[in-house]
């Protein structure tokens, strides 16, 4: 089968990331504003620290999401990162998923699982170190790479 150049284009998700103070509703609040805006968290991560909190998320408008979070007065960090199907009926699919990129000596910032299921398949985003030479790994390897696309609803 030849392959076109759509089937080269850069199969990225776009990650926000933002503070958010602990404090009680903080988060809800967020999620609140999101969906009165019609956009879905489609993959969420949380990294806590003493006074805040680093919030990553995975939606389905990026551009949308990036607004109402604006107006909340929130710095948002745009991040392209992967979204890799994994098979969830494996023993192990994290480390089926880890071993061509530790083969590539590919390190992994960071991973979590996306919330959303694309055409009903278990998602894991994830920061490579280098997220071109991440991308061809992964193909080659016959991982099926998502792109922000496939998480918009019908």
Sequence with gaps: MLETARDQGHPWLHQLSFFLANRV???????NALSEA??????????????????????D?????????ESQDRTV???RVLGVVVDDKL??????????LLR???????AYALIARPNDEAVVALLAD????????LR?????????????RD
């Design 25 to 31: 509703g903080s988060l809800e609040k967020v999620s």
């Design 38 to 59: 019609d956009v879905r968290i489609c993959g969420i991560s949380i990294l806590d620290a003493h006074d805040h909190a680093v919030v990553r998320l995975i939606v």
């Design 61 to 69: 408008d990026p551009g949308k999401a990036e607004k109402v979070l």
């Design 77 to 79: 960090c745009v991040t």
């Design 91 to 100: 023993a192990n699919p994290i480390g089926a998923l880890l071993d061509p």
């Design 104 to 110: 590539a000596e590919l390190s992994v910032c960071y």
């Design 130 to 137: 280098n997220v071109d030479m991440a991308t061809r790994v």
């Design 140 to 152: 080659k390897a016959d991982f099926k790479l998502i792109s922000q696309r496939d998480l918009q």
